[in-house]
């Protein structure tokens, strides 16, 4: 307390004594009624997984990427055998694909739990073909082409799908 305080309270008659219980612990009774959850945090069966994606997952995902003009075209790598693109599809790209036709499937009846899947990048496999130049680095795509993806589910068998990279329609100052 301030010595002002401590004028008013003489000058008011106040009773100030030392709190005895100040700092001890006090033991307080805990609440027995159990919070309510506030997310619904339940996922999806691996079996029922690997239906939803079957059903909703395309044979084929498309994504459109702008290729590299004059490539690394030599005589020993002729431009045929691959167009490199700008940016890669990476396993990401092809989750967040997956999670988007999820997320929108799920709105229709029957469909509520696709919204539960719970899957991540790790879980998607780019497979490699046997050349040096396939394309693929690490779990990126990096050329133009069509690839094969292995979607691996826990306890089940895994999910095989294409990935189809494709040249991006560029806008020209004659279309609308």
Do not use: C, W
């Not at 396993?91 to 899957?119: C, N, P, W």
């Amino acid at each position: 307390m301030t010595v002002a305080e401590i004028k008013q309270a003489k000058a008011a008659d106040l009773v100030m004594e030392r709190d005895a219980s100040f700092g001890t612990v006090v033991d307080v009774p805990t609440q027995t009624k159990q919070r309510e959850a506030r997310y619904d945090m339940r996922t999806v069966t691996p079996q029922r997984t690997r239906e939803l994606l079957e059903i909703i997952v395309p044979e084929a995902l498309v994504f459109e990427r702008t290729p590299i003009v004059g490539g690394l075209a030599t005589e020993e790598t002729p431009a045929e055998v691959e167009t490199l693109i700008h940016g890669s599809v990476s396993a990401l790209d092809i989750l967040l694909e997956i999670t988007a036709q999820l997320a929108s499937k799920a709105k229709e009846e029957g469909f509520a739990d696709a919204a539960r899947v719970v899957m991540s990048a790790q879980d998607i496999e780019i497979s490699s073909r046997e050349t040096a130049l396939d394309g693929v680095e690490g779990d990126k795509i990096k050329a133009l082409g069509e690839y094969d993806v292995v979607i691996n589910i826990k306890q089940v068998e895994p999910i095989r799908r294409k990935v189809r990279v494709v040249a991006s329609r560029q806008k020209t100052d004659d279309s609308v």
